[in-house]
C-alpha cells in the first residue's frame, strides 16, 4: 500500500454543510492523519467553515460562491503552491468513505487520475431515471476519449498525482460538472492516465440533495451540455506539454 504522508492534501468543497462538515474533516484525519485537510467554503451562509476549522482543517474561504469546480481550482492552486504531491477531493456532506482513500492513492502508482467509482460493483448505490440514464451515456462517450472503460464519470470522490495537479491548477472549470465530466475530458486530451476503483457510497449526512427527482430532466440536458462545451474548448500549451 502506497504509504500517506504530508504531501497528500484533501480538498472539501463545501457550501452550507454545517452538519456535515466537521464528521468529515474527522474521518479524513482518523483514515489518513498524516495528510493535511482543507476545506473550501464556497461562500456559505451558515457556520460550515468556523466548523471545518473547529474540527481541525485549514479553511480557504470563498468571497462568493463558485460552485464545486471553482471551489476545487482554488484547492488546486493551493495544492501546487503549498508543494503538495497530490490531492484527493471530498465531499462534505459525508457521502465519501475516508477509509477508501488509500486505495484510491494506490492507484495513483500507475496513474495520474483516480476516480472511486460508484457503479462498478461494490455497494447498493443506485440512481433512476433521466439521471441514471444521462450518467451511462456520458460514461460511455467519456470512455471513449479516455481510451478507457469508466462507469461513473460525475463521481467527486477523486485522487490527482503531480501531472493532474498541474493541469487543473489553471484550466479545472467552474461551470456546472466542471469538477467531473468536464475535468475528465481535459484530463484526457492532456494526456493524462486515468483509471477508476470501485467505492462504496453512504447517504448523504446533512445538507440538501443538489438533485431532486423534479430536476432531472434537466439534469441530463446541463450534464450533456457540459460534455459537449469540454469538447470544444481548446488545448492549452501546459496541456500539451505535459
Given at each position: 500500500m502506497?504509504?500517506?504522508?504530508?504531501?497528500?492534501l484533501?480538498v472539501?468543497p463545501?457550501?452550507?454543510?454545517?452538519?456535515s462538515?466537521?464528521?468529515v474533516v474527522r474521518?479524513?484525519?482518523?483514515?489518513?492523519p498524516?495528510?493535511?485537510?482543507?476545506?473550501?467554503d464556497?461562500g456559505?451562509s451558515?457556520?460550515?467553515?468556523?466548523?471545518?476549522?473547529?474540527?481541525?482543517a485549514?479553511?480557504?474561504?470563498?468571497?462568493y460562491?463558485?460552485?464545486?469546480?471553482?471551489a476545487m481550482r482554488?484547492?488546486f492552486?493551493?495544492?501546487?503552491?503549498h508543494?503538495?504531491s497530490?490531492?484527493?477531493q471530498v465531499?462534505?456532506d459525508?457521502?465519501?468513505?475516508a477509509?477508501?482513500i488509500p486505495?484510491l492513492?494506490?492507484?495513483?502508482?500507475?496513474?495520474?487520475?483516480?476516480?472511486?467509482?460508484?457503479f462498478?460493483?461494490?455497494g447498493?448505490?443506485?440512481?433512476?431515471?433521466p439521471?441514471?440514464?444521462a450518467?451511462?451515456?456520458?460514461?460511455?462517450?467519456?470512455s471513449?476519449v479516455a481510451?478507457?472503460?469508466?462507469?461513473?464519470?460525475?463521481?467527486?470522490?477523486?485522487?490527482?498525482?503531480?501531472?493532474?495537479?498541474e493541469?487543473?491548477?489553471?484550466?479545472?472549470?467552474a461551470?456546472?460538472?466542471?469538477d467531473?465530466?468536464?475535468?475528465l475530458?481535459?484530463?484526457?486530451?492532456?494526456?493524462?492516465?486515468?483509471?477508476?476503483?470501485?467505492?462504496?457510497?453512504?447517504?448523504?449526512?446533512?445538507?440538501?440533495?443538489?438533485h431532486h427527482p423534479?430536476?432531472?430532466?434537466v439534469?441530463?440536458?446541463?450534464?450533456?451540455?457540459?460534455?459537449?462545451?469540454a469538447?470544444?474548448?481548446?488545448?492549452?500549451?501546459k496541456?500539451?506539454?505535459?
Amino acid at each position: 500500500m502506497r504509504p500517506v504522508d504530508r504531501s497528500v492534501l484533501v480538498v472539501i468543497p463545501a457550501l452550507n454543510e454545517e452538519d456535515s462538515v466537521a464528521d468529515v474533516v474527522r474521518d479524513v484525519n482518523r483514515a489518513i492523519p498524516l495528510a493535511q485537510c482543507l476545506v473550501v467554503d464556497d461562500g456559505s451562509s451558515d457556520q460550515t467553515g468556523l466548523r471545518a476549522h473547529a474540527a481541525g482543517a485549514i479553511v480557504l474561504t470563498l468571497p462568493y460562491n463558485l460552485g464545486v469546480g471553482g471551489a476545487m481550482r482554488a484547492g488546486f492552486r493551493f495544492a501546487r503552491n503549498h508543494d503538495f504531491s497530490v490531492v484527493v477531493q471530498v465531499d462534505a456532506d459525508g457521502q465519501h468513505d475516508a477509509s477508501a482513500i488509500p486505495t484510491l492513492l494506490d492507484g495513483l502508482t500507475d496513474s495520474d487520475l483516480v476516480i472511486g467509482a460508484r457503479f462498478a460493483g461494490v455497494g447498493s448505490y443506485s440512481v433512476k431515471g433521466p439521471r441514471r440514464w444521462a450518467m451511462r451515456l456520458l460514461a460511455v462517450v467519456v470512455s471513449r476519449v479516455a481510451n478507457t472503460r469508466l462507469t461513473d464519470v460525475t463521481s467527486g470522490f477523486k485522487a490527482a498525482g503531480p501531472r493532474s495537479i498541474e493541469v487543473f491548477a489553471d484550466n479545472l472549470p467552474a461551470e456546472y460538472l466542471g469538477d467531473t465530466v468536464e475535468a475528465l475530458v481535459i484530463a484526457a486530451r492532456s494526456g493524462l492516465r486515468i483509471q477508476q476503483i470501485p467505492v462504496e457510497m453512504r447517504v448523504r449526512q446533512g445538507g440538501e440533495p443538489s438533485h431532486h427527482p423534479v430536476k432531472a430532466a434537466v439534469y441530463l440536458v446541463r450534464a450533456c451540455a457540459a460534455f459537449a462545451l469540454a469538447m470544444m474548448r481548446p488545448r492549452s500549451g501546459k496541456d500539451i506539454a505535459l
